[in-house]
C-alpha cells in the first residue's frame, strides 16, 4: 500500500513538472522561432514527444515509488530534485528564452543526472533498472537533437 502511495505521488510530481514545462515553453514548439530552425533530420514528429514524455515519466514514477521504500530518502530526494529542476527549466531555457546552448548544457547535466539513478541504483533495482532506460535514451536523442540545433543555426 506503501508503494501504491508513493506512485501516486510521483505520477503527479512527474507530470507535474511536465505540465511547468509546458507552461514555461511560451508555446515553443509551435512558435515560428522554433519552426524556422534548422532541426535535424532525426527529429521525430510533435506528436511523438507527448508520447515519449508520457511513457517515460509512467515509468520513472514506477521506480520512484519502489526506490522511496528501498533507498536512502535524503540522497533520493536530492537527485529527484535536481532532475525535477533541470527538467522543467530546460523548457524555459531553450523555447523560451532561445538560449540554445545553455539548453544544450542544462540537458546535458539532466542526462548526467540521470545516469546517475542507473549507475547508483543498479543493485536495488536489479530488472527495473530497464524503466529508467527509456528517460536516458531519450534525453540523449534530445542532446543531439539540441547540438544540431546550435551548430546549425
Same mark, same amino acid.
Given at each position: 500500500?506503501?508503494?501504491?502511495? !508513493? ?9 507535474g ?8 515553453m ?9 519552426? *524556422? ?5 532525426w ?18 514514477? /514506477?521506480?520512484?515509488?519502489f526506490?522511496?521504500? $528501498?533507498? *536512502? &530518502? ?7 530534485? /535536481? ?5 522543467i527549466?530546460?523548457?524555459? @531555457?531553450?523555447?523560451? $528564452?532561445?538560449? @540554445?546552448?545553455l ?8 542526462? /548526467?543526472?540521470?545516469? $546517475?539513478? @542507473?549507475? *547508483?541504483? &543498479?543493485?536495488?533495482?536489479k530488472? $527495473? /533498472? ?17 547540438? !544540431? ?5
Amino acid at each position: 500500500m506503501k508503494t501504491l502511495k !508513493y506512485l501516486i505521488l510521483f505520477l503527479i510530481l512527474n507530470f507535474g513538472a511536465l505540465g511547468i514545462g509546458i507552461l514555461f515553453m511560451n508555446n515553443g514548439p509551435q512558435s515560428a522561432w522554433y519552426s *524556422d530552425l534548422n532541426k535535424a533530420p532525426w527529429t521525430p514528429p510533435g506528436w511523438f514527444f507527448g508520447l515519449a514524455w508520457t511513457t517515460i515519466m509512467v515509468c520513472f514514477s /514506477i521506480v520512484m515509488a519502489f526506490l522511496s521504500s $528501498k533507498a *536512502d &530518502k535524503t540522497r533520493l530526494i536530492v537527485l529527484f530534485s /535536481i532532475q525535477f529542476f533541470l527538467n522543467i527549466i530546460w523548457n524555459y @531555457i531553450f523555447f523560451n $528564452k532561445h538560449l @540554445i546552448g545553455l539548453g544544450l548544457v542544462t540537458i546535458i547535466l539532466l542526462t /548526467i543526472v540521470v545516469g $546517475k539513478f @542507473i549507475f *547508483d541504483y &543498479k543493485g536495488i533495482l536489479k530488472t $527495473k /533498472i530497464w524503466l529508467i532506460v527509456p528517460y536516458f535514451v531519450w534525453l540523449c536523442i534530445a542532446c543531439s537533437l539540441n547540438a !544540431y540545433i546550435l551548430i546549425n543555426n
